[in-house]
């Protein structure tokens, strides 16, 4: 798993950094959140999620990805097509998931 902060929508809450402060951090001087992780460890995949969708501004991005992919983890941050369908499906499951809104 991969996850990304879109720094152009961070509101600079911090919410994600208290979550989870070994994943996230404010950069200084802005507080505009940032990953200090390439690869998210899989004991952390379920509170990754959960600060994501607890993102006021919905800018947090988590890419699910398969296992042994850590070659792709510095060259490609973008799911495959069978893990976009993948993830399509999941959210035709789950209508009432986190979409973002405020
Ligand atoms: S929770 Fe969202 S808005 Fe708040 S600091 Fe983290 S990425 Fe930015």
Known sequence: MHVVVDQDLCG?????????????????????????????????????????????VAAIQVIESDAGDDERASAELAPSPAEAERHAANDQRNPGGHDGTV
Do not use: M
Not at 20 to 28: A, C
């Open 12 to 56: 600079t809450t911090g919410q994600c950094v208290l979550t989870l402060p070994g994943t996230f951090r404010q950069r200084e001087p802005d507080g505009v959140a940032e990953v200090c992780v390439a690869r998210v460890p899989p004991a952390l995949h379920a509170a990754v999620r959960l600060a994501a969708s607890q993102c006021p």
